[in-house]
C-alpha cells in the first residue's frame, strides 16, 4: 500500500483576488415577493452591468449560460440567479 492510498486530496479555496475567486452577488433571494421593478432595481444595483430580463414565470428561457444575465421572475416567485 503506497502512503498516497486512501487519502484525499484538497484544493485550497480561491482568495480574494485570486484566479477563480469571485465577490460577485449571483442570487438575490431578498427580493422574492417584490415588484418585476423594485426587483430589478436593487439587482441593478449590485451588480451595474447585469442585463436583466423580466419574465414569465413559466417563460422559456436561453440555455446558454451568460454571467452578466439575471432572469427575473414575474412577481418573483422565486429567487432571480445569474445564468
Known amino acids: ?3 498516497m492510498e486512501g487519502s484525499v486530496l484538497k484544493y485550497p ?3 480574494e483576488g485570486s484566479i477563480g ?3 460577485a452577488k449571483t442570487s438575490w433571494p431578498e427580493v422574492v ?3 418585476a421593478e423594485k426587483a430589478k432595481e436593487i ?3 449590485d451588480k ?3 442585463q436583466v430580463e423580466v419574465i414569465p414565470v413559466d417563460a422559456m428561457v436561453h440555455l446558454n ?3 452578466n444575465r439575471v432572469f427575473v421572475l414575474v412577481a418573483v416567485a422565486r429567487t432571480p440567479t445569474v445564468g
Open 1 to 3: 500500500m503506497s502512503s
Open 13 to 15: 479555496e480561491p482568495t
Open 21 to 23: 475567486a469571485s465577490s
Open 33 to 35: 415577493g417584490m415588484s
Open 43 to 45: 439587482i441593478l444595483r
Open 48 to 50: 451595474p452591468n447585469a
Open 65 to 67: 449560460f451568460d454571467p
